[in-house]
Structure formats: structure tokens, C-alpha cells
């Protein structure tokens, strides 16, 4: 069965440095673009960033780039989002989300219960 596993969220402070994993199972990993997605109370989901399935090719949303840095070890099954210079708007839940398309079209989608993220003083 396909699964989906978030770690590494918890409590930090502004300014510190947080970084989660996605343990993937189920599917052929290294097949799948992997992307991870975040949601604040009362607000839309939000994509954070995308990785390529060869780990090629990453893109960030803008208020995430330079801070934020995805990475994956397909030998491994994990995707990573690696954290730094944390705001308090960074506060939220945090999904791993696996992805495969062709032409264009979605072919396959599926998700990770999520991880919270809490950056407070």
C-alpha cells in the first residue's frame, strides 16, 4: 500500500532551522516529482516547493527561496525540506506530496498526513 510518512516538525524560534523528511513506500519513488505543500489555519494550501523524480531541477515559491532548500535520496525513498532563517508566517502544516504526470495530465497523486510546524518566540 502507498504511504506517505512526515518527521522532523516541531516548535522553533525565529531565525532557527527545521528540517523534514518524507519516507515514501509503495510506489516506485525515483518515478515520482515530489513536492512539499503547507497549510495555516484559515488559509489555502500553499505549494512550498517542487523536486524533479532524477532531482535535477527544484523550484520554490519566492517567499521560500533562499531559505528553503528540497532535496531527495531516491536510494533511500525520502524527500527532505531543509528549513532556515524560520518566520513566524512559516507556522503551519507541512504535506509531502508525490506526483506523476504525462503530457501534462496527472497520472498519479498522493499525499502524507502532515507535519506541524510552529515558529514562535
Known amino acids: 500500500q502507498v504511504q506517505l510518512v512526515e518527521s522532523g516538525g516541531g516548535l522553533v524560534q525565529p531565525g532557527g532551522s527545521l528540517r523534514l523528511s518524507c519516507a515514501a513506500s509503495?510506489?516506485?519513488?525515483?518515478?515520482?516529482?515530489m513536492r512539499w505543500y503547507r497549510q495555516a489555519p484559515g488559509k489555502e494550501r500553499e505549494l512550498v516547493a517542487t523536486?524533479?523524480?532524477?532531482?535535477?531541477?527544484?523550484n520554490y515559491a519566492d517567499s521560500m527561496k533562499g531559505r528553503f532548500t528540497i532535496s531527495r535520496d531516491n536510494a533511500k525513498n525520502t524527500v527532505y525540506l531543509q528549513m532556515n532563517s524560520l518566520k513566524p508566517e512559516d507556522t503551519a502544516v507541512y504535506y509531502c506530496n508525490a506526483r506523476l504526470s504525462s503530457f501534462g495530465s496527472r497520472v498519479a497523486d498522493y499525499w502524507g498526513q502532515g507535519t506541524q510546524v510552529t515558529v514562535s518566540s
Open positions: 523536486i524533479a523524480s532524477t532531482g535535477g531541477s527544484t
Open positions: 509503495g510506489f516506485i519513488f525515483s518515478s515520482y516529482a
